[in-house]
């Protein structure tokens, strides 16, 4: 593992990307440190460890520093209100919440695919060598820059994500290519709810994506079964 910086990123990198078939490339959540995903590569290789040399990981930090709010060392990739968040989940506005565009989300985006570009030249990588995905808001980043981007990545892995954009992305998913997705969502999330992550596993399986969707009896986290199956993802592609 080394720490290094990617175009406008800075990064930790587990794996050789250059010699890689397959980079998996994990956005943390808000409200956490950049370093926060790093220990899943570890634990990926120690469950397969025929991904090794095979795939190399990069956690990107988010470009926002939440100290203003009260989270020394906390970053984000755009403000989340969360007073306003609390508010929607006590009344049930499911329909509010999915449908909202977060204030921020373009420029997350485009600065995420400046980092992506940077690094697939760096790695000597074309766009669909990449798994994009990340957990809780760094898991909405990437769904949304898979909706958004002309080029389609390997797949995706979505860890406690949600959705967000929802009359857009009904749109833009429209003749997606289809890609292997892996999706897994607690039912006692009380960050997320349950329920916008169902109608995220339905909006991208009426548009012809395969995805996986794990369930678990647990809160806004990523289980160990999650990890099983992303490492089964991820070997599947790398070997394909």
């Known amino acids: 593992m080394h720490e290094t910086k990617i175009g406008p990123l800075n990064c930790w990198v587990q794996g050789d990307p250059e010699t890689a078939k397959i980079l998996a490339v994990f956005a943390h959540g ?62 049930n506005r499911i329909e509010e919440l999915v449908n909202t565009e977060p204030p921020g989300l373009r420029e997350a985006r485009e600065l995420y695919l400046d980092f992506l570009g940077a690094l697939c030249r760096e790695a000597n990588k074309e766009f669909h060598q990449l798994v994009l995905g990340g957990f809780s808001q760094g898991a909405m980043l990437s769904t949304d820059l898979f909706m958004r981007h002309s080029a389609t990545p390997a797949g995706l892995c979505l860890f406690s ?13 429209v003749g997606k290519p289809g890609l292997p997705i892996f999706q897994s969502h607690g039912r006692q999330d009380q960050i997320l709810p349950f329920e916008a992550a169902l109608i995220l596993r339905d909006l991208l399986n009426a548009s012809g994506q395969e995805v996986e969707f794990l369930p678990f009896n647990g809160p806004h986290t990523i289980p160990y079964e999650a990890l099983n199956q992303t490492a089964a993802l991820l070997k599947g592609l790398a070997s394909s």
């Open 161 to 173: 994500g949600t959705t967000i954009c929802l009359n857009e992305w009904r749109e833009l998913v």
């Open 30 to 91: 808000f409200g956490a440190p950049g370093t926060d995903l790093v220990a899943l590569g570890e634990e990926l290789f120690q469950i397969d460890d025929e991904l090794v040399g095979q795939v190399a990981f990069v956690f990107p930090a988010a470009p926002l520093s939440l100290e203003h709010m009260g989270m020394p060392g906390g970053r984000a990739w755009w403000e989340i209100n969360m007073m306003r968040l609390q508010q929607m989940l006590e009344t």
